[in-house]
């Protein structure tokens, strides 16, 4: 019960003590008030101080008039900054009262301050109290912390480091919403302090506070600029906020490292016993306020920084205020276990194990395709026998047949040459092999020659190709050819096309072997750049090899990974050896980055990456030497001596040893260094490792080759060594094909050489060059538009529009018309126009703006970023005439650079002494106002102006941020008479930003004061984007940016390639200047961009670090007018490209030409014209110059001249001019001008022209003399040009019939007449849409882009083929598609037409879309007309036989013609066949749509779907017997015996017709047995019999048979031949299996030659053994037991099979079953197991002798279990 009386009784008298409180405080305001009252003290203030208790100050004035601060004993209050509280109110009472202690004991928790408390309250003139409006505006409160501040107690002894710096840790484990961290310096000169939150020690790159301080209280820099820093007698304090303050943070640690200048000197005087170094300490900070009974935190009030002995604090709103300061003691910190946080540092810098790891995971992976590649280079250069090689050549060579890399990709001709000796000559040959492609771009071939003599020492070459295919140019590099009798090598070098496309359009090339005498270093440099960047350069040789080398693919990878980690560690080594910022501020070689997102670039980045690419360079020479001179473990002592194999195998083990050491060591180092960097700066390394790379592979490497090449040009020039390198002749595969082709059997294509051959190619050349040139200048039209396209968009990116509103909204906003007349007028114009423009702080309806609206200009768009500064240039004085001292005491010079005043002043320009300084105070504006600063400080450039050209120096004040600020100065100015008599120029500057256009711009306004009085104003805004990548869309400008810098890289060198062929001569052409001068100011623009980049960060670095003064943009904006003006002429010289091309029209080139040729007499005219001005000009300035202001100078008289004679002004109107002097002078200048100039001028235009017209039509009619070629009009390429137009007039012409030389009878002829009137009103009425656009359909090479196109029609008649028509695609000349009549007459013809469809056009099933997915050719669809002018016959011929022939080069005998009859409702599927070395199908009629599909591999075929087949037949065999004859081809015949089956059973037939066979293949599938011989008759489709040399054949007919999926076996049957073809019969077909019977002509092993009967009995003997089918069976063990290599035909190509599932019954079994077989295609001639036993038995016997022949067949023969045979074997030999 006591207890809580007591607490009552304790509560009772808190309260009654915060009312007495509280009441004494407003009595002691209100007595003051009274007091102030009492004397009339409007506008002073009074201050009480009590007993060291208390401070009280108060003041009673209009807002307008309350001073800026309110200072007590115990702390002060200063009013908001921008005044926008003082400008609001009337009257007001300010009374601001503090304690030296907290008064407020009745608060619950008293401990909450320590320091002194302050309470502000204002009224109005009523007493009621004000409340703060604008939160931006805040009040600044100060309290006094002596008591803890003052304290020597809590100081504290840093860390010393090994440098002498000292280290401090802030480290609070408390939530605080800000710390103050104080250091008391023992040093007066320059020291650094650096700061970094979290656990890694601060340098000068990573850091995050940064202060430099001098003397006891002079702070030279501060980063960031708003750190709230205090420096005063050598204590510093650095006021810390807490970011996550608000969300319950704590704060974060602080590490600060402190260097002075002479900490070193202090360092070694460490062994004194007493402490001589600097000390800190941490004092946690906090405001609170009163609310009732409690100290409690706001959000309207926080701590500004700690300021000697007071805490500053910003408030939003009045009453009690308090703060607290709490000592905080070091807190342990173990920065060993936070260095050896591995887990943790890998969190922060998992980027270079992530790269590390990537790239050997990539490369790993890549492996397998380089190895592959690596197995297809071996194969390309293996030396492979040529196919016409034949076993009897005796003499070898070794032909390397080099390729260009600009030639086509893949030859479509075949290659032929002849090669010439002093003995012999080869003959013609044909260079083709059957196991690879051969002349790829870039590639070398190698092949083996064989001859039947020995040419002797070669002495020429000839090459030529047959020009067919779709890519038929070849560009040569060289042929080398070994002979390998003797060792020697013979290199023809060529390095031209042979194209009817190129140069000379030859196809053929004669070609001599290089010797000293012939070969130059243009042709060694050539040859070894291009080898050494396809084999030399690790990148590009990975993916092209062009050269034999032992250094694989796979090995190049991986050294290429090598070189890779050693460049990572290697630049991080040279990244990590950074200096001191200190150095770099002493050397000026601070580096500035551009920042791309998370990585910064700079020129140091650059520099590192050079260095670790210069270092790399002699590891990657000693691995690649290793892998590059190793010898191969299987050379034999031969091979070495030829390969030149250097070092031992074994030394591969080594150079993978380095690959995986360099792997290794260079990850974990790298790894290590970048845990070491952190986060960021382990970014900025991995961007200059990118560049190291980039450098080492596009700069390093290509730099060594070209070197190398040109070293060995100038010194190794006479040597063919270089010249004749290839491949190793240990590659050299001399294995004959089984089916050889010999030399007697081929026919040649002939070497186009001969005048005959000459003239009849003469005309295909003229049109494939003309096309070629046609097409080159569309091209180059092309890219040209291309060019201006991407150069329009760069330039749109320029924001010339929004720039010039804003200038022109600027200008006239600050009143750029205002005259001045007396310097008095300048200061007027800044207090009416600029003071409210620039600073505005009232709207017009005099509302007061916010604090953050009086920081743009009047229009609240534009920011200012920085102060504004007024600068102004003086002269000095000069000396007055002798004469008139008296009068005139005084005068000033006009201004020039030489008579500038540089002078400094004091405050009112009194002369500044240097012994005298009490007149200057550095800190203060006014007096630096007198202060000359150059032009290097003030960063500003000259300006020439209308009097003078005034330097960037002068006497500068800088101007903000507010408007009672700046009206102060301008008054102090004014009064200190800053502008005077000796003042020349006064500028006044400022720059804004505005985030809607996101342009800055930079305002200019100048008064000139000349020598005269006059003041005359210039008003300049300039605005540009310096900030040009933030939306999504600029990035897209970004990347055209770089397309266009790597297009002027492109053209530079090939620009170069150019100087460096045509040389000295390239200079002499107009043309050569033009483009030297378009590259030349793109590089400008390139580089002055950079430079405004690069300039833009530093002035922006400038803006912050100035904490607001004023920076200067004159130099990005001068850097910013170069590249415009740069690039702007770039897009005007691309503009005049596109004129170049249209001088392919006649009168473009006449008036081109006769520009060019009257080039001189104009360059004269204008010089005469130019004397005019200058003469005339020259008098007019003298005469009326001191009058007219047209005339005040020579320069003006010119230009007031020309613009006279261009009608620009007229001189009528100038009353200067109506003197007679000035009418006759005049008068006579624009006679002379004119009247004589101009008509001079037009008689010289029109003589040349008439001139180049002579000439053109002397040389059109082959009068006139021989001339350069670019002087003379090409009038065929214009008429061939015409000629393609009039292809796109007519690409949808009518459809025509042509007789070839045949006679039609007149009723013929009226019908075709009327067919062609029908069909061409037809193709108007259909396709009219289409001829608007016929240039695009040109271009796109007659519509082949097109759904839905029309072919062109030809029809002709022959008594051989019948009735034939050809469908053709537009401006082609071979058809695609041709349908024969076999049986009708022309008479029978109908109108057929053929559209080319693509697939997309129709609707179709989903079986035919899927079939479409393996389509060939677009969708063909043939037509007849409805109303078909004249009446068919009965018997329509279009339901007759129809063979379609498809002409394309996709097509192959392995595909199929998908055919619809019935306009798409079905499709059917029939099996291409080969017909006279084309391809098609015969059709029972005229399909209505057609295409063809490429292989399916397995097709399955269901009994529903059999009809779709229309290949596979279904018959049915009558026991009674039967014939059966087959859809697909009458001639073939089936004749079953009676009794043959014993039911009536079903069979199933398909026809096959390999390509080049006699007859056609049947597959057969019967039901049941057959026992019987069934006649099989087959026709004759190919006459393919041969003959050797003697007249004798050679050649056997042999009945071939493959039962499923059996060998083919010969058939013992009896051949017969009448006048359908062959018949033979079969012994017997089994039920379900499919049987296949065929017809082949095979060549016989053996040559009927009179004169070698034994060789003949022999090889007859071994054809009747291998004719048992015990024997045939095995030959594959045969051919492994005589060790013989059987070519890869023996196995035949993979074709389609039809699967056939059927559910069929029988008579036995009613129920229906399954059945399914297969039918598979026979595409290639089958091979019968006893051929292939005949081909062993025959190659055994040509390697042997006789007698061991013999034997080793007999004991082959046993050991196969055929004893029988062996034994007739010999009895027979």
């Known amino acids: 019960m006591l207890k809580d009386h007591l607490k009552h009784e304790f509560q009772l008298q808190a309260s009654s003590f915060e009312s007495i409180l509280t009441k004494a405080e407003a009595n002691l305001i209100r007595i003051t008030n009274l007091w102030l009252e009492t004397d009339d003290g409007q506008g002073i203030q009074k201050t009480v101080d009590k007993r060291d208790i208390l401070s009280l100050t108060v003041l009673k004035d209009k807002g307008k008039n309350l001073p800026f601060e309110f200072i007590t004993k115990y702390g002060y209050m200063k009013l908001p900054y921008f005044e926008t509280f003082q400008d609001t109110i009337g009257s007001a009472v300010v009374a601001v009262l503090t304690y030296i202690q907290s008064p407020y004991k009745y608060v619950n928790n008293t401990d909450a301050t320590t320091s002194s408390t302050v309470k502000v309250v204002i009224t109005d003139k009523k007493g009621k109290q004000l409340k703060l409006k604008d939160l931006d505006d805040p009040v600044d409160m100060a309290v006094d912390m002596t008591k803890i501040f003052a304290s020597t107690h809590t100081w504290i002894k840093p860390e010393i480091l090994d440098d002498g710096s000292s280290m401090v840790v802030a480290y609070v484990n408390e939530t605080n919403e800000a710390y103050s961290v104080e250091f008391k310096l023992k040093s007066v000169l320059e020291c650094t302090i650096y700061g970094i939150f979290g656990y890694t020690k601060p340098s000068v790159f990573n850091r995050a506070i940064s202060i430099k301080t001098k003397g006891i209280k002079k702070i030279l820099e501060i980063e960031p600029v708003d750190l709230p820093v205090f420096f005063n007698d050598s204590i510093l304090q650095i006021t810390v906020y807490n970011t996550k303050y608000s969300s319950g943070g704590y704060l974060d640690p602080l590490v600060l490292t402190l260097s002075c200048q002479d900490d070193v000197a202090r360092r070694r005087r460490r062994d004194l016993s007493e402490y001589m170094g600097h000390f800190y300490r941490v004092q946690i900070l906090s405001v609170v306020n009163l609310k009732g009974t409690k100290w409690d935190t706001s959000a309207g009030s926080k701590i500004s920084r700690a300021e000697g002995n007071v805490a500053v604090f910003k408030s939003t709103f009045f009453g009690t205020f308090g703060s607290d300061a709490l000592f905080s003691p070091p807190t342990p910190i173990n920065f060993v276990d936070i260095f050896l946080n591995f887990s943790e540092k890998l969190q922060q810098t998992p980027q270079v194990l992530a790269a590390e790891v990537f790239l050997i995971i990539f490369f790993i992976a890549i492996v397998i395709p380089i190895r592959r590649a690596d197995q297809k280079d071996r194969l390309q250069w293996e030396y492979l026998p040529l196919v016409d090689n034949e076993p009897d050549d005796k003499v070898q060579y070794c032909l390397a047949i080099f390729t260009s890399i600009r030639s086509s990709k893949i030859l479509s001709s075949t290659v032929f040459f002849t090669l010439n000796g002093k003995k012999a000559t080869s003959n013609a040959r044909m260079v083709k092999t059957d196991s690879r492609e051969n002349f790829q771009s870039g590639t070398c071939c190698n092949f083996l020659l064989t001859t039947e003599e020995y040419l002797g020492q070669l002495v020429s070459l000839t090459v030529w190709h047959d020009n067919t295919g779709k890519n038929p140019d070849w560009k040569l590099s060289k042929i080398v050819v070994t002979d390998l009798s003797t060792n020697e090598r013979y290199a023809f070098m060529c390095g031209e096309w042979l194209s009817l496309k190129f140069k000379d359009g030859k196809t053929y090339r004669t070609l001599v072997p290089a010797t000293p005498q012939i070969i130059n270093g243009h042709v060694v440099f050539t040859e070894l750049s291009v080898r050494g960047f396809f084999d030399d350069h690790l990148w590009f040789s990975i993916s092209k090899r062009p050269n034999y080398s032992r250094f694989t693919r796979v090995q190049r990878m991986w050294s290429l990974v090598a070189l890779l980690f050693l460049s990572m560690v290697t630049s991080a080594m040279w990244y990590n050896s950074e200096p001191s910022e200190e150095k770099q501020i002493a050397t000026g070689t601070v580096q500035r980055s551009v920042t791309l997102g998370p990585f910064k670039l700079n020129l140091k980045q650059i520099y590192v990456g050079l260095m670790s690419s210069i270092i790399t360079v002699i590891p990657s020479i000693v691995i690649i030497s290793l892998f590059r001179n190793r010898k191969l473990k299987t050379d034999s002592s031969e091979d070495i001596r030829r390969t030149g194999g250097k070092l031992p195998w074994w030394t591969i083990f080594i150079a993978y040893f380095f690959i995986v050491a360099a792997i290794v060591g260079g990850g974990f180092f790298t790894f290590l260094y970048s845990l070491q960097f952190g986060y960021g700066k382990t970014n900025d390394w991995l961007l200059s490792f990118v560049f190291g790379t980039a450098e080492g592979a596009f700069m390093m490497e290509p730099l060594k080759v070209l070197l190398v090449a040109t070293l060995f040009g100038i010194c190794c020039k006479k040597s063919t060594n270089v010249l004749s390198e290839c491949a190793e002749e240990i590659h050299l595969k001399t294995a004959y094909v089984s089916d050889y082709i010999k030399r007697g059997e081929i026919a040649y294509y002939p070497c186009p050489n001969t005048a005959i051959d000459q003239e009849k190619i003469n005309i295909q050349r003229k049109e494939v060059q003309l096309d070629s040139k046609l097409k080159k200048i569309s091209k180059s039209w092309v890219l040209t538009f291309f060019y201006l396209f991407l150069l329009a968009i760069i330039c749109a990116h320029n924001t010339v529009t929004e720039a010039f509103r804003q200038n022109s909204y600027l200008k006239s906003s600050i009143k750029d018309s205002f005259l001045a007349n007396t310097t008095d007028d300048i200061y007027l114009w800044m207090q009416r126009y600029m003071l409210t423009q620039i600073w505005p702080k009232w709207y017009s309806n005099f509302a007061l703006r916010t604090a953050y609206e009086q920081r743009f200009l009047y229009d609240e768009y534009s920011y200012r970023i920085s102060k504004s500064t007024l600068r102004q240039v003086r002269s000095h004085n000069c000396s007055p005439l002798e004469e008139m001292k008296s009068s005139v005491s005084k005068c000033t010079s006009d201004y020039s650079i030489e008579t500038e005043d540089k002078t400094n002043y004091c405050k009112g320009w009194i002369p500044f002494q240097t012994e005298n300084t009490t007149c200057y105070d550095e800190y203060d504006p006014l007096d630096n106002s007198f202060i000359y600063q150059s032009a290097e400080v003030t960063n500003t450039l000259t300006y020439i102006g209308e009097f003078a050209m005034y330097g960037g120096g002068g006497y500068t004040i800088d101007l903000g941020p507010k408007q009672s600020l700046v009206e102060q100065y301008i008054e102090n100015l004014k009064n200190l008479s800053w502008i005077d008599g000796k003042t020349r120029a006064v500028f006044f500057e400022t720059n804004t930003f505005n985030a809607n256009t996101r342009l800055f711009s930079h305002l200019k306004i100048v008064f000139e004061i000349s020598e005269y009085g006059s003041i005359y104003m210039t008003t300049r805004v300039k605005s540009l984007n310096l900030y040009p990548y933030v939306t999504s869309m600029d990035y897209i400008i970004l990347g055209c940016q770089l397309i266009f810098v790597f297009i002027i890289i492109v053209r530079i060198v090939l620009f170069a390639v150019y100087i460096f062929k045509k040389r000295s001569a390239c200079f002499r052409t107009f043309s050569s200047w033009i483009i030297a001068l378009d590259l030349f100011l793109s590089l400008i623009a390139v580089i002055f961009y950079i430079l405004r980049i690069d300039t833009t960060i530093k002035a922006v670095n400038d803006i912050i670090e100035s904490r607001g003064s004023y920076v200067s943009l004159e130099h990005v904006e001068l850097y910013d007018m170069v590249y415009r003006t740069a690039l702007g002429l770039v897009f005007f010289f691309g503009i005049l490209r596109l004129l170049q091309p249209l001088t392919i029209n006649y009168h473009f080139f006449i008036l081109q030409k006769s520009l060019a040729k009257a080039r001189y007499d104009i360059f004269m005219s204008m010089i005469l014209i130019i004397f005019a001005l200058v003469s005339f000009g020259s008098y007019l300035f003298l005469s009326l110059g001191r009058y007219s202001e047209n005339f005040k100078d020579l320069y003006s008289s010119i230009i ?222 043939l037509k007849l007309p409805n109303d078909r002018p004249f009446l068919m016959k009965v018997n329509d011929i279009t339901k007759r036989i129809t063979i379609i022939e498809v002409d394309d080069e996709l097509v192959s005998d392995e595909d199929y013609l998908v055919c619809s009859f019935d306009d798409r409702q079905s499709w059917f599927r029939y099996a291409i066949r080969p017909r006279e070395d084309k391809f098609c199908c015969i059709l029972p009629k005229l399909p209505t749509y057609c295409f063809v599909i490429g292989k399916l591999g397995q097709i399955q075929v269901n009994r529903d779907t059999l009809c779709c087949f229309p290949d596979i037949e279904y018959h049915q065999i009558r026991k009674e017997g039967n014939s059966i004859f087959l859809h697909a081809d009458k001639k073939i015949r089936l004749s079953f015996p009676p009794g043959s089956v014993q039911n009536n059973c079903n069979i199933y037939v398909m026809m096959d017709l390999p390509q080049k066979q006699i007859c056609p293949f049947v597959h057969v599938l019967v039901k049941e047995d057959i026992n019987d011989p069934v006649e099989i008759s087959l026709p004759i489709v190919y006459k393919g019999l041969q003959a050797n040399k003697y007249g004798h054949k050679n050649t056997e007919k042999l009945i071939v048979v493959r039962e499923g999926e059996k060998e083919w076996m010969v058939l013992n049957s009896v051949l017969k031949l009448d006048a359908a073809g062959f018949t033979f019969e079969t012994i017997k077909i089994q039920s379900n299996v499919p049987t296949t019977f065929g017809l082949k002509e095979a060549v016989l092993p053996w040559v009927e030659n009179p004169f070698d009967k034994l060789d003949t009995k022999i090889l007859k003997t071994i054809n009747m053994v291998s004719r048992y089918n015990c024997v045939a069976l095995k030959w594959s063990e045969i051919a492994h037991n005589l060790d013989i290599e059987f070519p890869s035909t023996f196995g035949g190509r993979e074709t389609d099979s039809y699967e056939i599932c059927n559910n069929e019954t029988t008579d036995g079994n009613p129920n229906p079953r399954q059945m399914s077989f297969t039918f598979r295609r026979v595409i290639d001639i089958p091979i019968s197991a006893q051929e292939k036993c005949l081909y062993i038995f025959s190659a055994w016997y040509r390697m042997y002798p006789l007698g061991i022949v013999v034997s080793s067949f007999r004991k082959v023969l046993e050991d196969c279990n055929l004893h029988f045979i062996a034994e007739q074997l010999g009895q027979r030999l």
């Open 1200 to 1421: 007031s001249l020309l613009r006279m004679l261009l009608a620009m002004i007229s001189f009528r109107l100038n009353s200067n001019l109506d003197s007679v002097e000035g009418r006759i002078v005049t008068g006579l200048f624009f006679f002379s001008i004119s009247i004589i100039g101009v008509n001079i001028f037009i008689a010289i235009l029109f003589g040349h022209f008439a001139d180049v017209h002579a000439m053109q039509s002397k040389l059109k009619s082959k009068t006139g003399y021989e001339v350069h070629e670019d002087e003379v009009f090409n009038f065929e390429l214009n008429d061939h040009l015409w000629k393609q137009m009039k292809r796109i007039k007519h690409i949808f012409s009518e459809p025509k019939i042509e007789s070839q030389g045949i006679s039609f009878p007149e009723d013929i002829l009226h019908k075709l007449e009327i067919l062609n009137q029908h069909v061409t009103l037809k193709c108007k009425d259909e396709y009219r849409f289409m001829r608007v656009i016929p240039c695009l359909v040109y271009l796109t090479n007659a519509m082949s882009w097109s759904m839905y196109m029309a072919m062109k029609t030809a029809a002709d008649y022959s008594e051989e083929n019948g009735l034939r028509y050809r469908f053709f695609n537009p401006n082609e000349d071979h058809p695609r598609l041709t349908v024969y009549f076999p049986e009708a007459n022309l008479s029978d013809a109908p109108d057929i037409r053929c559209n080319n469809v693509a697939h997309r056009y129709f609707s179709l099933s989903p079986e035919i879309r899927r079939l479409l997915l393996f389509a060939k050719t677009r969708i063909y669809e």
